[in-house]
């Protein structure tokens, strides 16, 4: 069985091909989707989704986890290579916001990669995602001005790193 790691309630465990319904559901989140603002083109295309879900589930240089919350899935949390840095990214279903969730996520995902910094890009305006990060230890590293699907406009986009260089 694969292994499951648990804080405040909160489990990563595997991505299993059965979580993707769920997330495609969050996917379709329209406040969501205008929150993390750099959005897949089309959120409602299910074909585009599931290529880049089968991308990486097949990348063997990214890690992917399921957040469970009470038995549920609840969202998921990546690391991938963005712009040649080692990065994050996460979503969690807008029922479970605001309940501490995402932040012990990525805690705990945190300590799952090797060593060396982490970077994450979010729009300045998400807040919530902001104070996630803030509160897993990152540090404001850069600002860039970058075009946001979902926005369809260019914004302001915050750069963070975790760790040295
Ligand atoms: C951003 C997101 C991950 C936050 O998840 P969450 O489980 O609600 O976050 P937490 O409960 O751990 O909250 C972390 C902090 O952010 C604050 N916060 C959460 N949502 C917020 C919001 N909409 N506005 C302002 N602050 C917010 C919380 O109050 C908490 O701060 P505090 O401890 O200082 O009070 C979730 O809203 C989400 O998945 N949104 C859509 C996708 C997205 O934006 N992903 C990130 C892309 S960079």
């Given at each position: 069985m694969a292994p499951v790691s648990t804080t405040n309630g909160v489990q990563l465990r595997d991505v299993s091909p059965s979580d993707l319904d769920t997330f495609f559901l969050?996917?379709?989140?329209?406040?969501a989707n205008r929150?993390?603002?750099?959005?897949?083109?089309?959120?409602?295309?299910?074909?585009?989704?599931?290529?880049?879900?089968?991308?990486?589930?097949?990348?063997?240089?990214?890690?992917?986890?399921?957040?469970?919350?009470?038995?549920?899935?609840?969202?998921?949390?990546?690391?991938?290579?963005?712009?040649?840095?080692?990065?994050?990214?996460?979503?969690?279903?807008?029922?479970?916001?605001?309940?501490?969730?995402a932040t012990a996520a990525v805690k705990q995902f945190l300590r799952m990669l090797p060593e060396g910094p982490i970077f994450a890009r979010v729009a300045a305006d998400n807040l919530g995602s902001v104070r996630v990060l803030e509160k897993s230890g990152?540090?404001?590293a850069g600002v860039e001005r970058s075009y946001a699907s979902a926005r369809r406009s260019e914004i302001e986009e915050l750069i963070f790193r975790l760790g040295e260089v």
């Amino acid at each position: 069985m694969a292994p499951v790691s648990t804080t405040n309630g909160v489990q990563l465990r595997d991505v299993s091909p059965s979580d993707l319904d769920t997330f495609f559901l969050h996917q379709t989140d329209d406040l969501a989707n205008r929150m993390a603002a750099f959005t897949a083109e089309d959120p409602r295309d299910r074909g585009a989704f599931q290529r880049h879900w089968d991308q990486i589930l097949s990348d063997n240089n990214s890690r992917k986890q399921t957040v469970v919350w009470r038995g549920t899935v609840a969202g998921y949390v990546t690391s991938f290579e963005l712009f040649g840095k080692p990065s994050i990214a996460y979503w969690v279903g807008r029922e479970f916001w605001g309940q501490g969730i995402a932040t012990a996520a990525v805690k705990q995902f945190l300590r799952m990669l090797p060593e060396g910094p982490i970077f994450a890009r979010v729009a300045a305006d998400n807040l919530g995602s902001v104070r996630v990060l803030e509160k897993s230890g990152f540090k404001r590293a850069g600002v860039e001005r970058s075009y946001a699907s979902a926005r369809r406009s260019e914004i302001e986009e915050l750069i963070f790193r975790l760790g040295e260089v």
